[in-house]
């Protein structure tokens, strides 16, 4: 009767959830799972992990069994599927899949990367190494992801492996308590992995760390300062050569350049804010201002406090993990320019647009834009710079300049002036696009063509998603 009552129980609770997968999970859960996955921390030389299922001997003893697991095969797994089942419903299968099966280092594990890394296990990456050489303090817990203080004084790198092993215990987790420099990269780099974070924040590693990955080609995201800032909204994702108002950031950039002749292409993570403190002075025991490096545990790096805000760096890792996922799924994600137009601006473009189409066709009954879609065009589009210069070079004042430089204009002038029909030029730019035709374009300048029309492509798509958001029936569920 009490076995009849709990899968009763289960079948509520998974028809409250919607899934008739949830519902089979639920119930595996709670049967015992005899030769499927347990969970594993352990991995073979070949990159699979090693993953152990409980099968019960007798009535007093367990005895564990060894399986091998392709990372591959994971989505088949029942509960591993419905855990990640609303990361399928938005990859799809196929891109869950690459995530499913990439591998990530995540080095420096404090308020930025125990976020990140966490994030990515609950992604389903199936196979992270943490690195870290720094334990859990008291001071930590305002901003770390899992830590207790019963974590206190443990590694970092063990604290997290330990923590996740009962979030995603299929996930592979090898944790290096260490730091990161030429001694320890081979160890680190080595294994062909997917991504690596940067969450570093001393500078000598932190631009060993990146120039190695640039060395190697290896796909690195770096995060610069994200303590003595409060402003959530202002934080982006940009090239190493855009980010502003980050003294970290800036004297990455310096050193790159001076020492590895490195000039960008490294994207980071930063904050347009500017920090609201500096560094508070040091003390000693004796309770007065002394040197920090006679108290450095490890040389060159910080012992002074800068205030910090806890949630600032945990978005930073969430950003962190967001990025590397999109781009393991392969998922296109076109992010915001660091230097945007005010309304003024969006306001200038579209009334200029107006303008053009009573200069051109007589009326401007046909344009289909208002001033938030023109924002969108010109932002989300073509990031506030000219469809034929996409690249990065300007930036600050220069790209502010610019502004005064650019229009709207129909692509297919057949068409109507709506919203996948509009590119961003510069004045005379506009005038060669409208002597010209498509068929010239596309004969001429084939690269330029078919970037076009694929970004106008995706603007189509995006407005009919949108109209499909509006139309989604309310459903509301009472529990």
Same mark, same amino acid.
Request: glycine content about 6%; proline content about 4%; overall charge negative.
């Given at each position: ?153 443990? +590694? *970092? &790198?063990?604290? /997290? ?8 215990? @299929?996930?592979?987790? =090898?944790?290096? #308590? ?96 500017? +920090? *609201? &403190?500096?560094? /508070? ?8 201002? @002394?040197?920090?490096? =006679?108290?450095? #545990? ?182």
């Amino acid at each position: 009767m009490k076995e009849e009552a709990k899968y009763l129980a289960l079948i509520g609770a998974g028809a409250l959830l919607g899934s008739i997968g949830a519902t089979v999970a639920l119930r595996k859960l709670l049967t015992p799972r005899g030769d499927t996955f347990h969970g594993s921390n352990e991995a073979k030389s070949n990159g699979k992990a090693v993953l152990y299922a409980r099968a019960a001997e007798d009535s007093s003893s367990l005895k564990e069994k060894m399986y091998e697991v392709d990372p591959a095969d994971l989505l088949k797994d029942d509960i591993v599927s419905e855990q990640l089942t609303r990361n399928i419903q938005f990859f799809g299968f196929d891109a869950q899949q690459k995530v499913t099966t990439s591998y990530v280092v995540v080095i420096g594990l404090g308020g930025v990367g125990s976020h990140a890394a966490s994030m990515l296990l609950r992604s389903g990456v199936s196979r992270l190494l943490l690195v870290d050489f720094d334990q859990v303090s008291l001071s930590s817990l305002n901003r770390h992801a899992v830590a207790t203080r019963t974590d206190v004084g443990t +590694p *970092k &790198a063990l604290c /997290l492996k330990n923590h996740f092993s009962s979030i995603y215990p @299929e996930c592979h987790i =090898d944790a290096k #308590v260490m730091l990161y420099d030429d001694s320890s990269e081979e160890e680190i780099l080595s294994g062909d992995p997917d991504f690596v974070l940067d969450c570093i924040d001393n500078i000598d590693t932190k631009v060993a760390l990146l120039a190695a990955c640039v060395r190697r080609g290896l796909k690195v995201l770096s995060a610069t300062g994200a303590g003595a800032r409060a402003d959530p909204t202002r934080i982006r994702v940009a090239d190493l050569r855009e980010s502003t108002n980050d003294p970290l950031s800036r004297s990455v950039r310096q050193r790159l350049r001076r020492d590895h002749g490195i000039e960008g292409g490294i994207p980071v993570v930063f904050s347009l804010e500017k +920090p *609201k &403190a500096k560094l /508070l002075p040091f003390k000693g025991p004796n309770g007065e201002e @002394e040197n920090p490096s =006679d108290y450095q #545990v490890v040389p060159g790096f910080r012992v002074r406090i800068i205030p910090v805000l806890g949630t600032i760096p945990a978005i930073f890792g969430q950003i962190m993990a967001s990025y590397v996922l999109t781009q393991l799924a392969e998922f296109q994600v076109h992010m915001e320019p660091i230097v945007n137009f005010d309304m003024d601006h969006y306001r200038v473009l579209h009334q200029r647009f107006i303008e053009h189409e009573e200069l051109i066709y007589g009326t401007s009954i046909h344009v289909q834009v208002d001033i938030e879609e023109v924002m969108y065009v010109a932002k989300e589009l073509w990031h506030c710079r000219s469809a034929r210069d996409q690249t990065t070079k300007e930036v600050g004042r220069g790209m502010w300049r610019s502004v005064n430089e650019l229009m709207l204009v129909r692509w297919d002038r057949s068409k109507p002036a709506s919203a996948w029909n509009l590119i961003l030029l510069k004045f005379t730019e506009a005038d060669e696009h409208e002597a010209s035709t498509l068929e010239d374009i596309e004969k001429n300048e084939p690269e330029f063509f078919r970037r076009v029309t694929s970004t106008l492509k995706r603007a189509k798509l995006d407005f009919r998603r949108s109209d499909n958001m509006c139309q989604r029936p309310i459903i509301t569920v009472v529990v």
